[in-house]
Nanobody
Framework: EVQLVESGGGLVQVGGSLTLSCAAS???????????FGWFRQAPGKEREGVSF????????AYSNSVKGRFTISSDNAKMTVYLQMNNLRPEDTAVYYC?????????????????WGQGTQVTVSS
């Protein structure tokens, strides 16, 4: 079993920045860099969408078109934490942001490829 805890959400004005964190933990033997991680978001009345992913083993990462150039994903393997730096935020970025992970498989932007999810953190961008 893997536990993910997101933090860093909040209220920010248009053009502002936030950094989300996703701290991972697991039972004895849990090895952070054997897992791939993704960030997803869900706005009210909309489906959950993939925002970004990272493979801590080799640093492979990708972004959705809606955030490319504004968001940056990174990982600190020693701290077993994945980050999402969000710059130049827009009202349409308002959503609950979720961290997800899957063992061994390559990362993707598809939610059904992930097995473990955090509880989510709210990001609200005001205009």
């Amino acid at each position: 079993e893997v536990q993910l805890v997101e933090s860093g959400g909040g209220l920010v004005q248009v053009g502002g920045s936030l950094t989300l964190s996703c701290a991972a933990s697991g039972a004895s033997g849990f090895t952070f860099d054997e897992y791939s991680f993704g960030w997803f978001r869900q706005a009210p009345g909309k489906e959950r969408e993939g925002v970004s992913f990272i493979d801590p083993r080799d640093g492979d990462r990708a972004y959705s078109n809606s955030v490319k150039g504004r968001f940056t994903i990174s990982s600190d393997n020693a701290k077993m934490t994945v980050y999402l730096q969000m710059n130049n935020l827009r009202p349409e970025d308002t959503a609950v942001y979720y961290c997800a992970t899957v063992f061994s498989n390559p990362p993707s932007l598809h939610q059904h490829d992930y097995d473990y999810w955090g509880q989510g953190t709210q990001v609200t961008v005001s205009s």
